[in-house]
T-cell receptor
Framework: SQTIHQWPATLVQPVGSPLSLECTVE??????LYWYRQAAGRGLQLLFY??????ISSEVPQNLSASRPQDRQFILSSKKLLLSDSGFYLC???????????FGDGTRLSIL | DAKTTQPPSMDCAEGRAANLPCNHS???????VYWYRQIHSQGPQYIIH???NNETNEMASLIITEDRKSSTLILPHATLRDTAVYYC??????????????FGQGTRLTINP
């Protein structure tokens, strides 16, 4: 079976500090990978998606970047965090574009 | 992008069937209806999806009207662990083929003992 792991579960960072959130998927190959952000009391916003190694597409301009160094690894990064980067960050995977997305347990990021 | 409309909250007694409605009157012919749920502080969990026909799996049933303008998610025997926010989503395709799920406010379902 397939599993998706995200870490850390919670993170508190000062404004201006760097960020690296990691997501890995097991039990599948060449999945579609997604990063979403959920602000408090709001729906999910798609940030980045990837259909293969080294392929990253951004949905919204922002202070964040994403990379996919390996087939089943998806990393969300920032060089300098802003207060507005606070939120619940979720990674998801899907077999193909036509298949359901399956989410990890998320990282709750607080910026002080 | 097709939009969905759901009631903000619903209550259901434990052991009863929970019927969650969703309107998606602007849905296109090739767009699927997806249902996810989110328990507090966890990632969304996929429940079921469908295009035209009714669907059933181990978690729930999905009833889609003939005109596809609305659907109902049915949890046949609700338990306390089914308390969550339920999202009805119409899949939105991005330019490069990867699907974008647009989550609205959902329905907060509370199962009462």
């Amino acid at each position: 079976s397939q599993t998706i792991h995200q870490w850390p579960a919670t993170l508190v960072q000062p404004v201006g500090s760097p960020l690296s959130l990691e997501c890995t998927v097991e039990g599948t190959s060449n999945p579609n990978l997604y990063w979403y952000r959920q602000a408090a009391g709001r729906g999910l916003q798609l940030l980045f998606y990837s259909v293969g190694i080294g392929q990253i597409s951004s949905e919204v301009p922002q202070n964040l970047s994403a990379s996919r160094p390996q087939d089943r690894q998806f990393i969300l990064s920032s060089k300098k965090l802003l207060l507005s980067d606070s939120g619940f960050y979720l990674c998801a995977w899907a077999w193909t574009v036509d298949q359901p997305q399956h989410f990890g347990d998320g990282t709750r990021l607080s910026i002080l | 992008d097709a939009k969905t409309t759901q009631p903000p909250s619903m209550d259901c007694a434990e052991g009863r069937a929970a019927n969650l409605p969703c309107n998606h009157s602007t849905i296109s012919g090739n767009e699927y209806v997806y249902w996810y749920r989110q328990i507090h502080s966890q990632g969304p969990q996929y429940i079921i999806h469908g295009l035209k026909n009714n669907e059933t799996n181990e978690m729930a049933s999905l009833i889609i009207t003939e005109d596809r303008k609305s659907s109902t998610l049915i949890l046949p025997h609700a338990t306390l662990r089914d308390t969550a926010v339920y999202y009805c989503i119409v899949r939105v395709a991005t330019l490069q083929g990867a699907q974008k799920l647009v989550f609205g406010q959902g329905t907060r379902l509370t199962i009462n003992p």
